[in-house]
């Protein structure tokens, strides 16, 4: 074992057994798929009156394998690409720190995936068959995030690809497996979601700015440099907030879904980490409330919409 090896292990308190399959799920980034179907769901039963837990539980379990399946690709098409090496910050390192064979990780994001197709049947059967193309569709896209020639996480798109998918898609389908119908509101009130699990991404790609410009990528922050990104991400949650802010004041959203508000503190807190920080690892907190924020935002609108409608 190198001393770089054991010094990334320990500064990331990276730890053996268990954790290894842990971090490979990426745990960080699996708020982007339960949040989505928490508030489309949510929204459902507040505005038709409904809620199947079987078709909840199915399409929260579906969410969440495809996310960790994506992240397993990217472990392993980063990896072959020569992106990840031991020292590499924000992956799960499960190929170069902890010597998993590449082709476990890529076969158990196939089988995660399996999964997902199983459950997404279900849904089908229950629901519409036209759920099963926009499934497939979503399916495709997570694949071909890093794999494929030409990867969407290489490009500028990376951001608002995930955001529209994980938000805008998964929260109009959350909706529409329980009430068979969609609305122009359920679209409103995705936008927010998608902009923090678009910031999710952003923020992954400052961290990762220096590492991915040397290897090719073009990502949004690589275009803009680390200063304007910063400035671009939190122009990212100023326009989630007033979009908020906005709903209420029209009556797309409760009044109680004021409470959302309070992760602007964690939001403030990721542009004051980004700001001190200079390398991958000293960006690390700001990577991780980015996350937080969004399951926060996230969680407290969902309450606020189970506990309007108990009201």
């Given at each position: 074992m190198t001393e770089k090896k054991v010094n990334i292990q320990e500064a990331l308190n990276e730890k053996p057994g268990f954790q290894v399959w842990w971090r490979l799920l990426r745990p960080h980034t699996l708020t982007a798929a339960f949040v989505p179907v928490f508030v489309g769901s949510m929204y459902a039963l507040l505005v038709e009156d409904v809620f199947h837990i079987g078709l909840f539980i199915a399409m929260l379990l579906a969410s969440l394998l495809i996310q960790a399946a994506t992240n397993m690709f990217n472990e392993y098409y980063d990896f072959?690409?020569?992106?990840?090496?031991?020292?590499?910050?924000?992956?799960?390192?499960?190929?170069?720190?902890?010597?998993?064979?590449?082709?476990?990780?890529?076969?158990?994001?196939f089988a995660f995936f399996g999964i997902a197709i199983l459950l997404g049947v279900y849904i089908c059967i229950v629901t519409s068959w036209w759920i099963a193309i926009i499934g497939v569709f979503s399916m495709l896209i997570g694949y071909l995030y890093t794999a494929g020639p030409y990867p969407i996480a290489y490009t500028p798109f990376g951001e608002v690809t995930s955001g529209l998918l994980m938000g805008t898609v998964i929260i109009g389908i959350s909706y529409f497996i329980q009430t068979m119908?969609?609305?122009?509101?359920?679209?409103?009130?995705?936008?927010?979601?998608?902009?923090?699990?678009?910031?999710?991404?952003?923020?992954?790609?400052?961290?990762?700015?220096?590492?991915?410009?040397?290897?090719?990528?073009?990502?949004?922050?690589?275009?803009?440099?680390?200063?304007?990104?910063?400035?671009?991400?939190?122009?990212?949650?100023?326009?989630?907030y007033i979009l908020t802010i906005s709903y209420i004041g029209f009556g797309i959203l409760p009044l109680l879904a004021v409470i959302s508000l309070f992760s602007v503190i964690k939001a403030q807190q990721v542009i004051k980490a980004f700001k001190a920080g200079e390398t991958p690892i000293e960006m690390m907190p700001a990577m991780a409330a980015t996350g937080k924020t969004n399951t926060i935002y996230g969680l407290l609108l969902g309450v606020s919409l189970l506990l309007t409608y108990f009201i």
């Amino acid at each position: 074992m190198t001393e770089k090896k054991v010094n990334i292990q320990e500064a990331l308190n990276e730890k053996p057994g268990f954790q290894v399959w842990w971090r490979l799920l990426r745990p960080h980034t699996l708020t982007a798929a339960f949040v989505p179907v928490f508030v489309g769901s949510m929204y459902a039963l507040l505005v038709e009156d409904v809620f199947h837990i079987g078709l909840f539980i199915a399409m929260l379990l579906a969410s969440l394998l495809i996310q960790a399946a994506t992240n397993m690709f990217n472990e392993y098409y980063d990896f072959v690409r020569g992106l990840d090496h031991e020292g590499s910050v924000g992956i799960g390192g499960t190929i170069v720190r902890d010597g998993i064979a590449p082709k476990t990780i890529l076969r158990l994001g196939f089988a995660f995936f399996g999964i997902a197709i199983l459950l997404g049947v279900y849904i089908c059967i229950v629901t519409s068959w036209w759920i099963a193309i926009i499934g497939v569709f979503s399916m495709l896209i997570g694949y071909l995030y890093t794999a494929g020639p030409y990867p969407i996480a290489y490009t500028p798109f990376g951001e608002v690809t995930s955001g529209l998918l994980m938000g805008t898609v998964i929260i109009g389908i959350s909706y529409f497996i329980q009430t068979m119908t969609i609305t122009k509101e359920v679209i409103f009130i995705s936008i927010p979601v998608a902009i923090f699990i678009g910031a999710i991404m952003l923020s992954n790609n400052i961290r990762d700015l220096d590492n991915d410009k040397t290897n090719g990528r073009k990502t949004i922050a690589i275009l803009l440099g680390k200063e304007k990104a910063v400035q671009f991400l939190q122009l990212m949650f100023t326009v989630a907030y007033i979009l908020t802010i906005s709903y209420i004041g029209f009556g797309i959203l409760p009044l109680l879904a004021v409470i959302s508000l309070f992760s602007v503190i964690k939001a403030q807190q990721v542009i004051k980490a980004f700001k001190a920080g200079e390398t991958p690892i000293e960006m690390m907190p700001a990577m991780a409330a980015t996350g937080k924020t969004n399951t926060i935002y996230g969680l407290l609108l969902g309450v606020s919409l189970l506990l309007t409608y108990f009201i």
